[in-house]
């Protein structure tokens, strides 16, 4: 394949023109390129990237795109750019960089606040997929670039919940039985203050007890009592805060895995459009006390999510996982890989049972864009959160489930997803 045969092949679902054009806007970087190259379903879009990839003077890098706003311009200007964004969402898009974070970027353009440049840097480096789109449709109108407004889309992703996820709950849990603790602990120590303060008083109401005290036998008894009470108060010291740092440390945990599944919950709702069904916190009969994070359910399929927001330095080979503490790498105690596998079996199963025989697809997002993972020949699927887009972009390769399909899947997802929300309320 020739640079123009590949300049011509269209990029992902999620952003479906002709990688010509993406390179030349500075959407499509080496980084993205490679990955295409490799992981691409559509063998003819892995023979393009390649093709582009082998000719690095067709490439438009970051620092051109950066230094040379120029670039950005696309030489036939009477042909109209989708950027897939409409003009008014663009103006209305909020800028995410200082020092006018905030701010409208349709009014920074105008009052020339934003420069070519600044649009340029923000094709490439902004995380949000909308900010980019907005900063092409922006660069291009400021160069006189026809722009043509998006065709309206399906819709919204149809989210629905099946109410509180594992991490929310045990969140709830923690926090009951640290408070449970503390006020179990405060009544043993009221219950000892209240015996000594006893014990004192009838010793001192008492002419006999009071003189054996001052035995031998009496002494020693003191000094030991004394020895308890120092021991006791240590042991209130210490005990609640090496329990609490340990509830705390688990529900920081849990609360952390949270925030990541709502970031990428969030993500997929940018991507997908009202084709796809996203269902969450979905627990299975006879699936024991976990839930399944995400399912997604659209025309190309179904699949089943795990989400991760880990910290720290992780690896994954084949089906293993490790962690990484000091030099030296440990086996994680949790294996996403294999978290993901049983959910998806699970999931199959369970539409396996109402005669729905789909294949179930499985990926493990790694949500925490921070922490550093290597993957290499995975067992299960693993995408990264900056990469979210285009995987689910290349997740599109023609309508694998019909209508009736979906139609089968969702409605029973749906309705256990009713059915778990009303259980919990009847619990309550």
């Known amino acids: 394949m020739n640079i123009e045969e590949a300049r011509k092949v269209l990029w992902l679902k999620s952003n479906p023109r002709a990688l010509g054009e993406l390179l030349d806007e500075g959407y499509l970087t080496k980084d993205r390129l490679q990955w295409a190259a490799q992981w691409a379903y559509n063998p003819k879009l892995q023979q393009a990237a390649k093709a582009i990839l082998d000719s690095i003077n067709s490439l438009t890098t970051v620092t051109e795109a950066v230094e040379k706003p120029e670039t950005l311009v696309i030489n036939v200007k009477d042909t109209a750019i989708e950027t897939g964004i409409s003009f008014d969402k663009a103006r209305s898009t909020l800028w995410p960089f200082s020092p006018y974070k905030g701010q409208s970027m349709g009014a920074l353009v105008e009052s020339k606040q934003l420069s070519l440049k600044d649009l340029g840097y923000a094709i490439e480096n902004a995380w949000d997929q909308r900010v980019r789109q907005a900063a092409t449709t922006l660069s291009l109108i400021r160069l006189n670039q026809v722009v043509q407004e998006p065709v309206p889309s399906a819709g919204f992703v149809r989210v629905i919940s099946g109410g509180r996820s594992y991490s929310e709950r045990e969140q709830l849990r923690l926090t009951f039985l640290e408070g449970v603790f503390f006020g179990f602990l405060g009544t043993i120590w009221l219950v000892l203050v209240r015996w000594l303060i006893s014990s004192n008083f009838q010793l001192s109401a008492n002419p006999r007890s009071a003189g054996v005290i001052f035995t031998p036998i009496g002494i020693i008894a003191i000094f030991i009592l004394l020895i308890l009470v120092i021991l006791t108060i240590w042991l209130v010291n210490f005990i609640p805060d090496w329990i609490t740092k340990k509830i705390d440390k688990q529900i920081e945990n849990h609360r952390r895995g949270?925030?990541?599944?709502?970031?990428?919950?969030?993500?997929?709702?940018?991507?997908?459009?009202?084709n796809w069904h996203l269902f969450r916190n979905i627990k299975l009969p006879g699936h024991g006390k976990g839930d399944l994070d995400l399912v997604l359910v659209g025309p190309p399929g179904v699949w089943a999510l795990e989400v991760k927001n880990f910290t720290g330095e992780y690896r994954n080979i084949g089906e293993s996982w490790h962690y990484?503490?000091?030099?030296?790498?440990?086996?994680?105690p949790k294996n996403p890989s294999k978290q993901v596998s049983k959910n998806m079996y699970a999931l199959k199963d369970f539409l396996k049972a109402d005669h729905v025989n789909v294949f179930v697809n499985s990926a493990v997002v790694w949500a925490n864009q921070e922490s550093s993972l290597s993957v290499e020949n995975p067992s299960a699927a693993v995408w990264r959160y900056d990469r979210l887009a285009d995987e689910l972009g290349n997740i599109w390769q023609g309508e694998k489930l019909s209508k009736s399909e979906q139609n089968k899947i969702t409605e029973k997802l749906t309705k256990l997803c009713e059915r778990q929300k009303n259980s919990s309320h009847t619990e309550k």
Request: hydrophobic share 40%; glycine share 12%.
């Open 258 to 274: 949270q925030e990541g599944e709502d970031r990428v919950v969030q993500m997929i709702a940018q991507a997908l459009d009202g």
């Open 324 to 332: 990484k503490r000091g030099k030296n790498w440990k086996i994680a």
